[in-house]
């Protein structure tokens, strides 16, 4: 299957810093790729759709001005965790879709926010 | 509501296989997926159905789709140790995937 890569995979920092994941198609191009955050023991949970060249669309209740999404390329989308406080710690995912019937996941980036 | 349900645990012996069940909401849902997850690791597509579909099989993976029940089963013959994971269904919203809560699945030697 295709290749989704997430960097960092771990990452700790210090509460009122700013983080920033990247998420990168390794082998086909995405206009669209997609974040998700999973708490511990839950399911995943869908919090913006990043679009290439335009502006993310973000789910109800996630806070757009706290999690700034770049589409930057066809292969590259970050997330960056503004102002990061203890509760956003948790283990953010994205995805991207290589056709209209596969969606493959990358390995994950675990935020604690101390 | 979106709710996707599985049940959350199901416990096998090694050899046995494992069925493990899903329902989802949106009868307009036109792929439903199985994932796998590993602790502390990404999702893995394990398989996929096209909602026309009422079977589709892969290796030791069957899925069954029953779209008038809105009721998707994974089952895993010949089950090993290896794969004792979280695997989740989902279905599609749109061009995004809801995900329901994930049935742990352990394996016993």
């Known amino acids: 299957g295709a290749v989704v890569s997430q960097h960092p995979s771990w990452v700790i920092c210090k509460s009122g810093t700013s983080v920033k994941i990247e998420c990168r198609s390794l082998d086909f191009q995405a206009t669209t790729m997609f974040w998700y955050r999973q708490f511990p023991k839950q399911s995943l949970m869908l919090m913006a759709t990043s679009n290439e060249g335009s502006k993310a669309t973000y789910e109800q209740g996630v806070e757009k001005d706290k999690f700034l999404i770049n589409h930057a390329s066809l292969t590259l989308s970050t997330l960056t965790v503004t102002s990061a406080h203890p509760e956003d710690s948790s283990f953010y995912i994205c995805?991207?879709?290589?056709?209209?019937?596969?969606?493959?996941f990358g390995p994950g980036t675990r935020l604690t926010v101390l | 509501g979106e709710d996707v349900e599985q049940s959350l645990f199901l416990s096998v012996r090694e050899g046995d296989s494992s069925v493990i069940n899903c329902t989802y909401t949106d009868s307009s849902s036109t792929y439903l997926y199985w994932y796998k997850q590993e602790p502390g690791a990404g999702l893995q597509l394990l398989t996929y159905?096209?909602?026309?579909?009422d079977m589709k099989q892969d290796q030791r993976l069957t899925v069954l789709l029953n779209k008038k029940d809105k009721h998707l089963s994974l089952r895993i013959a010949d089950t090993q140790t290896g794969d004792s994971a979280i695997y989740f269904c989902a279905e599609t919203l749109g061009t995004a995937l809801i995900f329901g809560k994930g049935t742990t699945l352990s394996v016993s030697s």
């Open positions: 995805s991207a879709r290589p056709s209209r019937n596969e969606q493959f």
């Open positions: 159905i096209f909602s026309n579909m």
